[in-house]
């Protein structure tokens, strides 16, 4: 190779790089949508049968539209079904559907379609990880787990093209709310046959809500436009929609300060470091949401197979210093599991902080003054806020009661396989309500429930939330579940409330309207507006 | 030579074997499955997942089928994304991250050698001084520090360039950057040392003595010589920026492929991360051929030998 070359070589990059740069720094941007978002993470999917997450919820709940839909407040109105008839008994339902119920390719959204997706969600094969949401349809439960082959029996029926019967085995009085939840929404047929998984990308997907879905590059960002279909497109006023996903809190904030992005509605999303200053800021909006942070008990062991030193460590943590020293965001601190604001329902008190009635019990339990109690370890999973309360609840048992915790933490999926497999003594854990009814909480700790978690099994327990669920007088249901809580979280307590999640959201409400926070923590982007 | 190249492609095949099945074990023998979520799913539904996803029966059973499709190409389904196969990951997040991979090598290249001779040349002047200590702050600096700090100044404090994104040239100059830093930084140290003994040598103080310009005494003449540690460190070089890029694109928010990679890891989604170790070796071992090739090209001692 001659020398000069090489030089010339060299040159060639440098100036190919420089002339590359500035070429296309004349390139047109494409115009900025209506409104961006960050939307958390990536989209596992955007099927409604599969999806479990808040991020690829937001995106569903704004491409698809169930039987019923939630408005800005979270409350079920009407959606695809324009009015429905409820036999006296509660058991069953009749939806009418609108005459102008369509997809996104003009086709009419029919009955049928419901009947349909319902049936792919219970289909085993489809494996869909929220399938229980449908399991209060008749026989729906034995249909998914494969016991019942025959689909006419489970609860669900197209009487005609816009008439939808649902059969439920109980009176269940937050059925309209379920009608709302993505599981339950309708999939295109044609579209999934024709595509079969790619079924949901953008050019293929065939939706019935509000939006459609034009462009969706992997990690990069979503882009919606106004559906001309759906029925009340005439109040839908944002036409362009693009939701970013952002893992990185601080990356997340930079877009949203910059004004890339007007709206971040992930707490998960807000540097934590930034809170104190956000805090003040008036276009950071704060409010409680369906969530608990509590810790969990391993009942299968000793020392926590005695209710006694279950309830003396529950009386010992100081949860006001939890969220004024490590959360700060404003957390009001719960003894239920429940948090307060369901409709119909107010939340047992539970037990409040009172380390001198725990050292009593837990000298009662044989251990006085933590005297020959075993070692006992601490999991959770590995985040800064996780390890802060774990660290505080360590001192607190040391100082309250003598005991001595051992902090153990695990990635993400060991600590999942450990709870499940009860591989643990005490674990951190969170619950987010999917509904706005206590049983969305409560249904967990009964006996055997995957997400129990605890090896704990109360016959009594079991039987006020089969009797609440049988229930149709709400008052007297609110009293069944109230008993049922108490027991949890005041005699039992298998489970320690801790706090209450706040959702964090930043915009601008002068320039943004639409949104009001609310406990379900639901945002439908049709309701939303600039101003 | 010829010969040669061919043996080295054809040692890669049970190279590249023995990195699936090694990734494949490691990620089935780690504690916790694809399908353990927060919100339980019924042990009928994860036991389908798995046999959908050939997850079932004995691991060495699993392997083989899995070989045996990564064999045909198909790198199968993510557990994650259910929607999207390995394949398309990659090929939608792959070229992103090897455009701005690309571009931070040769910043990282052509601004290493060019500080690194300018430092040479300057030797001990206080240019030198300031220089070397600029290097070594930017080798000490990873890029989560460089990263943010581009941002505050470029962005927040002169409002030059956008904090991040992918699609127009603006936001390809930070993540560049800081990518390219760290490594244009040791570089450049690199290239001062070797580039200081070549000029020590006789044949440069000939080339002087002819009455040859400076810059081709230093680009032509002495750069050959000291050039060759610096290709036999580019081939690392690639392959760090390529697997190196994922903090810079967490922080950029840059479609790349990087946070698959170690999500796919948190996530158990075996089949991505089967597939990215996969497609990561297979560079690995090309860019090792290639500096193999250049060294020969310089060098021809190596050729021979």
New interface residues.
């Given amino acids: ?1 001659p ?2 070359s ?2 010339a070589l ?1 040159r060639f ?2 100036y190919f ?1 420089f002339l ?2 500035f070429l ?2 004349c ?1 047109p ?2 115009p900025r949508a209506d409104l961006v978002f960050i939307n958390g993470i ?1 989209p ?4 409604p049968a ?1 999806i ?1 997450g808040q991020p690829e919820g937001r995106i569903v709940m704004a491409l698809f539209e169930g039987l019923t839909s939630r408005d800005g407040y979270g409350r079920v109105g009407p959606g695809m079904a324009e009015r429905w008839e409820i036999s006296p008994d509660g058991l069953t339902y009749r939806f009418y559907l609108r005459n102008n119920a369509r997809w996104s390719n003009g086709d009419s959204v029919t009955a049928q379609d419901f009947a349909q997706s319902w049936e792919r969600v219970l289909n ?2 489809t ?6 949401i449908l399991y209060y349809l008749e026989n729906a439960e034995a249909y ?3 016991k019942m082959k025959d689909f006419n029996r489970v609860g669900v029926k197209a009487l005609d093209s816009q008439t939808l019967e649902v059969r439920l085995h109980d009176p269940t009085p937050f059925f309209l709310d379920l009608c709302a939840f993505v599981t339950t929404y309708p999939v295109h047929f044609p579209t999934l046959r024709r595509y079969g ?5 953008p050019g293929k997907l065939v939706s019935n809500g509000a939006y459609r879905l034009t462009d969706w ?4 960002r979503i882009r919606l436009e106004k559906n001309p279909y759906y029925w009340r497109v005439d109040q839908v006023r944002l036409n362009t929609v693009e939701a ?1 996903p ?3 809190a ?2 997340a904030f ?2 949203y ?2 004004g ?1 992005a007007d709206l971040v509605l992930d707490k998960g999303s807000i540097p934590p470091l930034l809170l104190g200053e956000l805090r003040k800021r008036p276009d950071c909006h704060i409010a409680p949401i369906l969530a608990t942070y509590f810790y969990r008990f391993n009942v299968t062991r000793p020392p926590f197979n005695n209710p006694l030193v279950r309830k003396a460590i529950a009386l010992s943590i100081d949860k006001k210093f939890i969220v004024e020293r490590i959360t700060r965001a404003g957390e009001p601190v719960t003894g239920s599991f429940t948090p307060p604001g369901l409709p119909q329902y107010q939340p047992p008190q539970g037990l409040s902080r009172d380390p001198d009635l725990g050292r009593k019990l837990l000298a009662q339990a044989g251990y006085p003054n933590g005297k020959n109690f075993p070692a006992i370890t601490l999991l959770y999973n590995k985040t800064e806020q996780d390890e802060n309360i774990a660290l505080a609840f360590q001192s607190m048992m040391k100082k309250e009661l003598g005991i001595r915790v051992e902090l153990r933490n695990q ?8 709870l ?1 497999q009860l591989d643990y003594d005490i674990a951190r854990s969170s619950w987010v309500g999917d509904y706005a009814d206590p049983n969305t909480f409560l249904d967990c700790f009964v006996t055997e ?3 129990n ?1 605890t090896g704990w099994s109360f016959a009594q327990y079991d039987q006020l939330m089969t009797q609440a669920n049988q229930e149709n007088n709400p008052d007297k249901r609110a009293q069944l579940l109230h008993q049922a809580e108490t027991i949890l979280v005041e005699e039992q307590v298998p489970i320690v409330p801790i706090f209450h999640f706040v959702g964090i959201k930043l915009y601008d409400a002068n320039r943004l309207g639409g949104l009001h926070l609310n406990l379900i923590d639901e945002y439908p982007i049709r309701e939303m507006f600039r101003k | 030579m010829g010969q040669r190249f061919v043996i080295r492609v054809l040692l890669a095949i049970p190279t590249l074997f023995a990195v699936v099945c090694l990734t494949f074990f490691l990620m089935r023998l780690a504690p916790g499955g694809p399908f353990d979520r927060e919100k339980a799913m019924p042990e009928s539904i994860k036991r389908q997942l798995m046999a959908q996803y050939q997850l079932d029966g004995p691991v060495l059973t699993q392997l083989y089928y899995y070989l045996k499709d990564v064999a045909r190409g198909d790198l199968r389904l993510s557990t994650k994304y259910r929607n999207r196969t390995v394949n398309e990951i990659i090929s939608q997040t792959l070229p992103i991250s090897a455009f701005l991979g690309g571009i931070a090598f040769f910043l990282a290249l052509g601004g290493g050698c060019f500080l690194g001779i300018w430092a040479a040349y300057r030797h001990n002047r206080p240019s030198d001084y300031i220089l070397m200590f600029l290097a070594l702050l930017g080798i000490a600096l990873p890029s989560f520090v460089i990263g943010p700090l581009l941002i505050v100044l470029f962005s927040f404090k002169l409002g030059w360039l956008p904090v991040g994104g992918w699609g127009t040239v603006q936001q390809v100059f930070l993540p560049a950057l800081a990518l390219s830093l760290p490594y244009m930084a040791y570089l450049a140290r690199m290239v001062r040392v070797s580039m200081l003994e070549t000029l020590n040598q006789d044949y440069i103080r000939t080339a002087r003595a002819k009455g040859l310009a400076e810059w081709r005494v230093l680009y032509v003449h002495a750069l050959k010589n000291a050039a060759l540690p610096v290709v036999s460190y580019s081939g690392p070089l690639a392959a760090n920026i390529l697997t190196g890029s994922l903090v810079v694109e967490e922080i950029f928010k840059i479609p790349g492929i990087g946070p698959f990679f170690v999500n796919g890891v948190l996530n158990r989604d075996v089949f991505v991360v089967g597939g990215i170790t996969l497609v990561y070796s297979m560079l690995l071992i090309a860019f090792n051929l290639v500096v193999d090739l250049l060294y020969g090209l310089l060098d021809k001692r190596i050729q021979s030998a």
């Fill in positions: 190779m020398q000069i090489r030089n060299l990059f440098l790089i590359g740069f296309s720094s390139s941007s494409k990536e596992e999917s955007l099927d599969i479990t085993p094969v494996t869909s990880d929220y399938a229980e998914h787990d494969g998984l790619d079924w949901i990308k590059r992997i990690n990069d970013l952002i893992n990185q601080t990356t930079n877009f300060q910059t890339v990635e993400w999926k060991v600590y999942l396989n450990s499940s429930r995957g997400n978690r």
